[in-house]
């Protein structure tokens, strides 16, 4: 098993209560890469790709603006283009339904696929089934959303709409401003993303399973199948692999010749360690792009916006600190001492599905990455899945759409 961010750990440990054997590889302390910093969502509600109809209009501001809500790092363009022209294709109204279907099927059995992990590991005490807030600021701005909400129902996604004294009733921290929201009871959180996912790793070698520091450099084959993966150290052997590298994924299926068009959907965060600010739910702010986390404590999170560049690119810190401007416009002020930024690669695909399942024509080999924002929320589901086709049964969910060939 290459790879010690949430996925690989989850998919890890399900394979460990499986009965086999599992050996998990990563060259960095488990848990601490792009698992370590994220919104600490399971996001049930997200069924919609990121590809919308009429996003090839949006290309360009993306680019002239480089704190909006989703930019693209102009000067990466030539290497960004080419995943760009597959997310704009993603974009056609049909290809959208067909995605939006293959979303919500994982989507909705997200909670179910993570019950069993959280109560062996011990993590109830993190996960808070709260649902979650997404605001507006009046009817009118919930009208322009409307249909995505209609969408979202018809896609199994229980939601209600929110006002008045309710609202206010419920989240007695929000500004006066923000007189509509959408309640999705289903949605949860954990109050930390990276004690959660520890939690889950130690919990894989409480049940047996061993992790090696060190890295993955190439899987090798025999007599078309796997043997097991090679290493700065050596080789590990093994009957089968499964590559959740993130967006180091792609490098794998360069040596196996497949095409894997991954780009770093890169996710910038604020903590605020002393905020102060009573939060039961998680909130979404939809028109300004961004969640706020509360964790432990009265500690704030502050998440969002979306830049697409290479992975090894500088972070741009001021989208990490723009986001402080947006919490005080839903919050009001709050004690920033002690705060601290973060950048995390997300693995993007311009479909917005995951891959999930084998590779083609080489026996023993399995990919599970691409979950762009959604890598928290899916990893159990993605666990559940990778266990069936590698141990065999009848699959829940249909894995043609999450297959590694589709592009």
Known sequence: MAGAGVVGIATALQLRLAGCEVVLVDRGEPAMATSYGNAGAFAVSDVIPLA????????????????????????YLPTLAP???????????????????ALAALLGRVNDDYVPLIGRAGLDHLWRRHGNLTLYRDEAEFSAASAAWQ?????????????????ATLAPALAAEWQVAVEVPDWSHVDDPYLFTRGLFDAFLREGGQFVQDEVTGVSREGGGVRGVETAGGQIPADCVVIACGVWSDRFARQGR???????????????????????????????????????????????????????????????????????????????EGMSVWMGNRPSLPDTLPVIGPAPDVRGLYFAT?????????????????TKHILGGAMATDPHPYRLDRF
């Open 258 to 336: 497949y095409r894997l068009p991954l780009e770093s959907e890169r996710g910038y965060h604020v903590t605020l360690p002393k905020a102060g600010v009573p939060l039961h739910h998680f909130i979404q702010c939809a028109s300004e792009s961004f969640v706020i986390l509360p964790m432990a404590g009265g500690a704030l999170r502050l998440a969002g916006t979306v830049e697409l560049a290479h992975r090894d690119a500088p972070p741009d810190w001021r989208r990490a600190h723009l986001l402080l401007d947006k919490a005080r416009r839903i919050v009001g002020d709050f004690d920033a």
């Open 370 to 386: 691409g979950h762009g924002h959604l890598g928290l929320t899916l990893a159990a589901t993605t666990g559940a899945m990778l």
């Open 83 to 101: 995943w760009l022209a597959r997310f704009v294709a993603a974009s056609r109204p049909r290809k959208v339904a067909a995605l939006t279907t």
């Open 151 to 167: 969408t979202k129902h018809a896609h199994g996604v229980r939601w209600r709409k929110l006002g008045g004294r309710e609202l």
């Open 52 to 75: 919308e109809p009429g996003v090839l209009a949006k290309v360009p501001g993306w680019m002239l603006d480089p704190l909006g809500p989703l930019a693209v790092r102009w000067r």
